[in-house]
Structure formats: structure tokens, C-alpha cells
């Protein structure tokens, strides 16, 4: 038997967070009878349907992006916005394994496969993300120290130490882009970041998530991950979750 929200996650109707968000919000139904406890396992066998359609087992498919800047991470948008969904030609119901800002760039994941996205997302698998970014002013030797030990966030939380190099920096136009790694993925951290050291981000590009880069697509330009791609990004996971970033 297995619990009921890594069933949904598997057969690729969310991913596994989610769908423990659904179940709480009473939208599953185990052979036409509302769960909605976390701990709830099911067998072979069992109907199980969500927001009344049953929940079919599909071929997990895994792609990687360069996101263009002005669209959404999200499946579809109430204002007819475009959606990086809305860009991939692929008859699985696909979803985005995070997300980026709607005027961010670069390597963007999408998959139907509801644990990899966990693995690749969740707080405890510290997967190295590098942004290349350009502030309103220059950073001083404090700001970029506080960037290497931490910086405690609007919200309180400290982020784990990140990396920094400077890439490009313009005394008379007052700006500088760098090349900056973190181990997380807080919501807008790198905006978050720069706002409490008093920097405003002008442009933000996500270069690269663990070994994986986008240089040989263009914007909106995507492609199938390889299935060793697949498994080094789990192994990744699992690495990253063995070390302690505290």
C-alpha cells in the first residue's frame, strides 16, 4: 500500500505538496468516498478521482527550458497571459518544478512526474542554482560578505551561504551584474537578497540548475532531458540532501 498523495503525484496530476493540498481541501475521492487525511494509504485496485476524474497512470516525460522573460509558470493565467505550459508541444499534463519570477530567464524544468519535482525543489536537497543578475549599484565588501554567510530575509529566515562573482561592473552608470549560486529555493530569494542589502535587480537570468545549462537554446526554445540527465539530477538530490548546509 501507498500513501494516497504520492499515487496522485505519480500518475502525474501534481506534484506530491500539492497534492496533499488537494486532499486536505477535500477534492479526492477514494472509491467515491472524500479523504481527506495525509495518512491515508490506498492499494492496487482502488478508484481514486480528483475533482471527479479518475487519476490514470502515464508515462512520465522530463524537459528542460530556456524560459523567455513576460511569461508564467503556471498551466494557464486568468488575463490571457502567456504560460511557459502553453509552449510545449506534449500531450501529458505537464507543470512547471518551481518556478521562476514572469520577468525572469533561463533553465526552466517541466515534467508530469510528481516525485522528481519534490526531489528537485524541496528544502532539504540543497541543488546549486546560479543566476547571472544586474543591480542598481555596486557592491561593497560587506554586502558580498553577508551574501557568502547569509542574509536574514523580510520573513526572518536566514539563507544558506551563497556564491559570488562578479561578472561585469560599470562605475558611471552605477551597476554591476555578477554570477551569484545558492543552495535553496526560497520564493523570489534572490530579489528578497538583493532588497536587504538595499540593491534593486534591474534584469535576472537563471544559468544554470546543478549541471544543467541552457546556452544551446534560445529563449522559449526547449528540449526532452536524457534519461541519464534524469538520474544525475536525482543523484544530485540525494547528495544534497546528505550535507549539512547549517
Known amino acids: ?38 495518512g491515508f494509504k490506498v492499494k492496487k485496485g482502488d478508484l481514486i478521482t480528483v475533482d471527479g476524474k479518475a487519476i490514470q497512470k502515464e508515462d512520465k516525460v522530463y524537459y528542460v527550458m530556456n524560459k523567455p522573460k513576460k511569461t508564467l509558470c503556471t498551466a494557464e493565467d486568468a488575463f490571457d497571459r502567456k504560460t511557459v505550459v ?29 516525485d522528481f519535482a519534490n526531489q528537485i525543489i524541496h528544502p532539504r536537497y540543497h541543488i546549486a542554482k546560479t543566476y547571472n543578475l544586474t543591480i542598481n549599484g555596486i557592491l561593497k565588501g560587506e554586502h558580498m560578505k553577508a551574501i557568502q554567510n547569509g542574509i536574514v530575509l523580510d520573513d526572518g529566515i536566514k539563507t544558506l551561504p551563497a556564491k559570488l562573482k562578479i561578472t561585469e561592473k560599470d562605475e558611471k552608470k552605477n551597476q554591476m551584474s555578477f554570477d551569484l549560486t545558492i543552495y535553496e529555493g526560497r520564493n523570489r530569494q534572490i530579489k528578497r537578497m538583493m532588497e536587504a542589502l538595499g540593491f534593486e535587480v534591474r534584469r535576472l537570468h537563471r544559468k544554470q540548475l546543478g549541471f544543467l545549462r541552457v546556452d544551446d537554446l534560445s529563449q522559449g ?23 549539512n548546509m547549517e
Open 86 to 114: 502553453s509552449l510545449i508541444d506534449c500531450p501529458q499534463r505537464i507543470y512547471t518544478v518551481g518556478r521562476l519570477d514572469y520577468d525572469t530567464s533561463g533553465v526552466l524544468l517541466l515534467t508530469n512526474d510528481g
Open 221 to 243: 526554445e526547449y528540449r526532452r532531458l536524457k534519461p541519464f540527465e534524469v538520474k544525475k539530477l536525482r543523484t544530485l538530490a540525494e547528495k544534497g540532501k546528505l550535507i
Open 1 to 38: 500500500m501507498e500513501r494516497l498523495q504520492k499515487v496522485i503525484a505519480a500518475a502525474g496530476v501534481t506534484s506530491r505538496r500539492k497534492a496533499e493540498q488537494l486532499i486536505l481541501e477535500g477534492r479526492v475521492c477514494v472509491n467515491d468516498a472524500v479523504v481527506n487525511e495525509l
